[in-house]
């Protein structure tokens, strides 16, 4: 009996793209990675400014506590280096300009109670630090990214306009939902514990931060605080 040759299939075809199908498949690759990358900066900055916000509502619960414990007086917003007068309120942390960089490297500026009015209210150096803004002082990172405006509890005028009224006691604040009290300020300008503002001039000194995908966090008078 004679048997049939087997019939061969014949080989299929290997399936292989194109090299516009393989542009059109990596193209779209980087688009996805490029908006979830997107995506994540966001998100990461969200979350940056939720703990900025936090922090300054803490430092706003502690602005409003001190005139009740100090006659109605609000707290100082600033401190010269080397000024020793017994008369000179405590501010409420301590810092100076940018030839003295210690200020902006040492946590008992912040939470020593020699120095700073808050370190009472406020026992954790972390609180001053926004995590979004990476200031370096000599290679270091620094210790604090906010300040407080220059017209709050000002005893001396650092860069006050005397024609613009300064507070002193917090009866002195009127419609206090509209007066800011202390920022996130932009990581080039971070020095002094007081924001100086030109009222004159209409102009920022220390300009506030806006890394928070474009915007800025304050804390206001009546105790709230916004982006």
């Not at 292989?16 to 393989?22: F, R, Y």
């Not at 969200?46 to 900025?52: L, P």
């Not at 810092?95 to 009015?117: E, F, I, R």
């Given at each position: 009996m004679r048997t049939s040759p087997a019939i061969k299939t014949p080989p299929r075809p290997i399936a292989?793209?194109?090299?516009?199908?393989?542009t059109v498949v990596i193209g779209i690759v980087g688009v996805l990675a490029a908006l979830l990358l997107t995506s994540f900066a966001r998100a990461k900055s969200?979350?940056?400014?939720?703990?900025?916000l936090n922090n300054?509502?803490?430092?706003?619960?502690?602005?409003?506590?001190?005139?009740?414990?100090?006659?109605d007086n609000l707290v100082a917003n600033h401190r010269w280096q080397g000024r020793t007068e017994d008369d000179l309120p405590k501010p409420?942390?301590?810092?100076?300009?940018?030839?003295?960089?210690?200020?902006?490297?040492?946590?008992?500026?912040?939470?020593?109670?020699?120095?700073?009015?808050?370190?009472?209210?406020?026992?954790?150096?972390?609180v001053y630090k926004c995590p979004g803004n990476e200031i370096?002082?000599?290679?270091?990172?620094?210790?604090?990214?906010?300040?407080?405006?220059?017209?709050?509890?000002?005893?001396?005028?650092?860069g006050t306009d005397t024609n613009f009224y300064h507070f002193k006691t917090l009866a002195d604040v009127l419609t206090p939902d509209q007066r800011f009290v202390?920022?996130?300020?932009?990581?080039?300008?971070i020095c002094f514990?007081?924001?100086?503002?030109?009222?004159?001039?209409?102009?920022?000194?220390?300009?506030?931060?806006?890394h928070h995908n474009g915007a800025g966090t304050f804390s206001f008078a009546d105790g709230h605080v916004e982006s």
């Open positions: 292989a793209m194109t090299l516009v199908e393989l969200s979350a940056e400014r939720t703990s900025c300054q509502k803490q430092m706003i619960t502690a602005w409003s506590a001190f005139p009740v414990d100090n006659d409420w942390v301590y810092g100076h300009g940018h030839p003295l960089a210690a200020t902006m490297k040492n946590v008992d500026y912040l939470v020593d109670s020699s120095y700073a009015a808050f370190a009472q209210y406020i026992p954790d150096p972390k370096k002082v000599e290679g270091v990172e620094a210790i604090r990214s906010y300040a407080m405006n220059n017209y709050m509890g000002a005893y001396e005028p650092i202390t920022a996130d300020i932009n990581r080039a300008f514990t007081a924001m100086i503002v030109y009222m004159q001039a209409d102009a920022w000194h220390h300009p506030p931060a806006f």
